[in-house]
């Protein structure tokens, strides 16, 4: 299947301080990407749903000016946890589709979230 | 709203033994229904996928039937082996406006030599 690769894999951070993760599809176009969130023993949250050249659509309950998506090309999306605190320590998990509603989606890795 | 409730793990099997890992759903339409696999230190992966009730999706001697009149697409594997060790995610598909997987909480397997 395609490749989607997240990076990075993981990373710790001071509480107020911004974190980016980055998104790519490796060998396709992704033109919809969507972010997950995912606690322990927990289901994956779907965060938000990009598509490429346009704002994302955020969950219910998802803090867009704390969460910034962007998705300015068809092979990555950015999530950026901004004034980052211990509580938006977490596992994230970005997934990418091309095409149309009913073709498959890839995910990454996932990347994990420490802010101390 | 719409939801996926599969069992809790973690599961420990020993090699060749009858895996089941249930998964029961709750959905107002006509879901698509999957199961993704993740193994240590990778992403997820699609497993297999049923489309309608009666489906049945398979891969790898992994299948899951979709019974739309017990509202479940229950995971089974005749003989696991080690490799198989990971955790297993069900998840429906909900089409229109929402378009969005929904996730159940997903079931660790650890197959033992």
């Given at each position: 299947?395609?490749?989607?690769?997240?990076?990075?894999?993981?990373?710790?951070c001071k509480s107020g301080t911004s974190v980016k993760i980055e998104c790519r599809?490796?060998?396709?176009?992704?033109?919809?990407?969507?972010?997950?969130?995912?606690?322990?023993?927990?289901?994956?949250?779907?965060?938000?749903?990009?598509?490429?050249?346009?704002?994302?659509?955020?969950?219910?309950?998802?803090?867009?000016?704390?969460?910034?998506?962007?998705?300015?090309?068809?092979?990555l999306s950015t999530l950026t946890v901004t004034s980052a605190h211990p509580e938006d320590s977490s596992f994230y998990i970005?997934?990418?589709?091309?095409?149309?509603?009913?073709?498959?989606?890839?995910?990454?890795?996932?990347?994990?979230?420490?802010?101390? | 709203?719409?939801?996926?409730?599969?069992?809790?793990?973690?599961?420990?099997?020993?090699?060749?033994?009858?895996?089941?890992?249930?998964?029961?759903?709750?959905?107002?339409?006509?879901?698509?229904?999957?199961?993704?696999?993740?193994?240590?230190?990778?992403?997820?992966?699609?497993?297999?996928?049923?489309?309608?009730?009666?489906?049945?999706?398979?891969?790898?001697?992994?299948?899951?039937?979709?019974?739309?009149?017990?509202?479940?697409?229950?995971?089974?594997?005749?003989?696991?082996?080690?490799?198989?060790?990971?955790?297993?995610?069900?998840?429906?598909?909900?089409?229109?406006?929402?378009?969005?997987?929904?996730?159940?909480?997903?079931?660790?397997?650890?197959?033992?030599?």
């Open positions: 299947g395609a490749v989607v690769s997240q990076h990075p894999s993981w990373v710790i599809s490796l060998d396709f176009q992704a033109t919809t990407m969507f972010w997950y969130r995912q606690f322990p023993k927990q289901s994956l949250m779907l965060m938000a749903t990009s598509n490429e050249g346009s704002k994302a659509t955020y969950e219910q309950g998802v803090e867009k000016d704390k969460f910034l998506i962007n998705h300015a090309s068809l092979t970005c997934s990418a589709r091309g095409g149309g509603m009913n073709t498959e989606a890839f995910f990454g890795q996932g990347t994990r979230l420490t802010v101390v | 709203g719409d939801s996926v409730t599969q069992m809790e793990g973690p599961v420990t099997l020993s090699e060749e033994a009858f895996l089941t890992i249930n998964c029961t759903y709750t959905a107002t339409g006509y879901p698509s229904l999957f199961w993704y696999v993740q193994y240590p230190g990778e992403g997820l992966q699609l497993l297999l996928k049923a489309t309608k009730a009666d489906d049945k999706g398979s891969n790898k001697g992994f299948e899951a039937t979709y019974r739309k009149e017990t509202t479940s697409f229950h995971l089974e594997k005749g003989s696991v082996q080690v490799s198989d060790s990971a955790v297993y995610f069900c998840a429906l598909y909900t089409r229109g406006a929402t378009n969005k997987l929904i996730f159940g909480t997903g079931t660790l397997l650890a197959v033992q030599p």
